[in-house]
């Protein structure tokens, strides 16, 4: 038989990060995590099984993946076939929507879509924490975007332990002001950044061990709606996450100069007195922080400082199908 589901999902940015695996095969990390799902940047995926067998099919934005790419999407379809039963290949077609010109590709939505596909195509309907769990396993950070507002990720110690839930805020309603900082120069990818991070840096246990205050503080902050606690909170994890990968051997670092330009503008903000506070993963784009009424302000000031497109993005809905079979 031959069954097809298509699902959206949406990229999020997390607050206070993950970074180190302790498993890397179960991706079960090092710290807790808490993510704000995003509205304005997400990945629709589509997947259908038929009977023949071969290699998996896989199209992203149009073009196929091929090597290691289709080798991890490949990967995390033999975990659902295995749970499921279902054999035979899968033709994977995925789409990210983001803004013109601006270059916001994610695991994180994108295996949290691929997630909820793949189960779906398979006949199987995974309540949200068993997805959240499955989706981990293709990628850390896939296992909040199941989720729509705020997510915390669990660590846990094993498969079942390590799953993200909702955390209830409301009325709370920050945006993120994304500077899509572009880089001529490839960077070391995040999956292998961490594990050096982890290996070699002598700053990285201090701040894993930092990491369940920033993160009680952080949910505390969350849930009574406070964005210039969230945003200190975020901002200092954040920069304490690349300090760990300065110190690595060798360093990885993702700033560019217009990402310093972009981390000046947010201070001069602050210091104009406006809520503005600054994150970044693994690459040179700033994520601001900032209230709603705020957003333009942030957007143009980051703007004229780094030189760069700005998108504005709020809280994001929940992954969802939109093709059940
Ligand atoms: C810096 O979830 O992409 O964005 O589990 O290896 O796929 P893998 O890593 P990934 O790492 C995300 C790292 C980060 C911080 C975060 O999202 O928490």
């Given at each position: 038989?031959e ?6 999902a949406h ?6 990060k ?19 799902t ?25 073009a196929?993946v ?11 379809l ?9 054999t035979?290949?899968a033709l ?8 013109t ?36 396993r293709g ?22 332990s ?15 002001v ?22 070699t ?5 201090p701040?894993?061990d930092?990491?369940?205050?920033d993160l ?6 969350v849930?009574r ?45 602050r ?13 040179p ?5 900032c209230?709603?009424?705020d ?19 709020g ?6 199908l939109?093709?059940?079979?």
């Amino acid at each position: 038989g031959e069954t097809r589901a298509t699902a959206v999902a949406h990229v999020n940015v997390a607050l206070v990060k993950y970074w180190g695996k302790r498993d890397a095969e179960l991706v079960i990390p090092w710290t807790s995590s808490l993510s704000m799902t995003l509205d304005a940047f997400y990945t629709t995926t589509s997947v259908r099984f038929v009977a023949e067998p071969g290699d998996d099919e896989v199209v992203l934005n149009g073009a196929p993946v091929t090597g290691v790419p289709r080798q991890r999407v490949t990967a995390f379809l033999d975990l659902v076939r295995t749970r499921t039963g279902r054999t035979g290949k899968a033709l994977v077609d995925s789409e990210n929507t983001v803004p013109t010109g601006a270059g916001l590709a994610s695991s994180s939505s994108g295996f949290a879509a691929l997630a909820l596909a793949a189960s779906s195509a398979c006949g199987v309907e995974l309540d949200a924490t068993a997805l959240s769990r499955l989706a981990r396993r293709g990628s850390g950070s896939a296992s909040r975007s199941v989720f729509g507002g705020f997510a915390l990720w669990h660590a846990g110690h094993d498969d079942e332990s390590s799953y993200a839930e909702p955390v209830e805020s409301p009325g709370f309603d920050p945006v993120m002001v994304v500077a899509l900082v572009d880089t001529a120069h490839k960077s070391v990818n995040s999956r292998d950044a961490m594990r050096r991070t982890v290996e070699t840096s002598p700053l990285f246990r201090p701040w894993a061990d930092s990491a369940p205050a920033d993160l009680k503080e952080m949910r505390a902050a969350v849930e009574r709606a406070d964005l210039d606690a969230v945003g200190e909170i975020t901002e200092r994890n954040a920069l304490g996450m690349h300090a760990t990968m300065l110190a690595a051997r060798p360093a990885v670092r993702y700033f560019a100069p217009a990402t310093v330009s972009a981390l000046d503008a947010v201070l001069a903000l602050r210091r104009a007195g406006i809520s503005a506070y600054a994150t970044m993963d693994a690459g040179p784009n700033v994520k601001v922080l900032c209230r709603r009424a705020d957003a333009d302000a942030v957007a143009e000031a980051v703007h004229a400082a780094a030189g760069c497109p700005t998108a504005v993005a709020g809280a994001g809905p929940a992954a969802r199908l939109l093709v059940a079979p």
